[in-house]
């Protein structure tokens, strides 16, 4: 048996390399086009077939991606049904609780957080002839209530629930600061004085209609230290519209 050197399976290589490159280069010399065109064209295969290349594997990649944003999206707009189906089930139970649909709530949330305005008062209590003396000092920040941007307000004390005796301050007419210094005096017993309810009552003055409620502060009696003189601001709480006719 004979085997074939290194050398020799070099030669043999050799020889038929340069065999097929001569048999490519005498088809070539059959083409009737010059050197410098059989380059160029194949440049431009060369350039084809790159340029298919590059737009296989440019839509494989995107066709990826595609997919995989819609499945995140499909996966986003089911848990955003869910989260809008659990808010809407959410509200459907505080509307439930609280009797009010949503306009209604936030109504009552617009005039909880309106500012009426304030009142200083004083408030003493005389033991010994069972009296309590109560003060208007002043009120200031009022709304307006009239269409030029001021108001003629005036201050209605009373207590409740009895409302047997009322008071009523002088009207300050166009002003939204008024300072009335006026004091009421009601003779009460102070065995009694622990249901009872002092309200003062701010109202602007209409000399041709009612008088609209500007705000009011209700103060129950059994919450107030009378050991002492008291004399201080509280914002007006929302009253409800009554009509009110000035007698003075």
């Not at 010399?29 to 296989?56: G, M, N, Q, R, Y």
């Not at 609280?98 to 500012?115: A, D, I, N």
């Not at 408030?123 to 109560?134: A, G, M, Q, R």
């Not at 009552?201 to 003189?229: C, Q």
Request: with cysteine.
């Amino acid at each position: 048996m004979s085997y074939i050197t290194h050398s020799q399976y070099l030669l043999v290589k050799n020889d038929m390399f340069e065999e097929i490159k001569s048999k490519f280069m005498n088809e070539i010399d059959k083409i009737p086009l010059p050197p410098w065109a059989l380059i160029a064209i194949a440049v431009v295969a060369a350039l084809l077939i790159l340029t298919c290349c590059f737009c296989i594997i440019k839509k494989c990649c995107c066709k990826k991606k595609k997919n995989k944003k819609g499945k995140k999206g499909k996966d986003g707009f089911n848990m955003k049904n869910m989260q809008g189906d659990e808010k809407h089930q959410d509200d459907d139970d505080d509307e439930g609780e609280t009797g009010l649909t949503e306009e209604e709530e936030k109504e009552e949330e617009e005039k909880e957080q309106e500012k009426l305005g304030k009142l200083q008062y004083s408030i003493d209590y005389d033991f010994e002839n069972t009296k309590l003396t109560v003060g208007i000092l002043q009120a200031a920040d009022l709304i307006s209530m009239d269409s030029g941007g001021t108001s003629d307000p005036y201050v209605k004390v009373f207590i409740l629930p009895d409302k047997k005796k009322k008071y009523d301050t002088k009207v300050h007419k166009k002003t939204l600061n008024p300072v009335f210094n006026e004091t009421f005096v009601f003779k009460i017993a102070y065995e009694e004085l622990g249901g009872k309810t002092l309200c003062m009552s701010v109202y602007d003055y209409d000399r041709f209609s009612k008088h609209d409620v500007i705000g009011e502060v209700k103060l129950p009696m059994n919450t107030i230290d009378l050991g002492r003189p008291i004399e201080e601001w509280r914002d007006l709480e929302s009253a409800d519209q009554e009509e009110v006719l000035f007698t003075n």
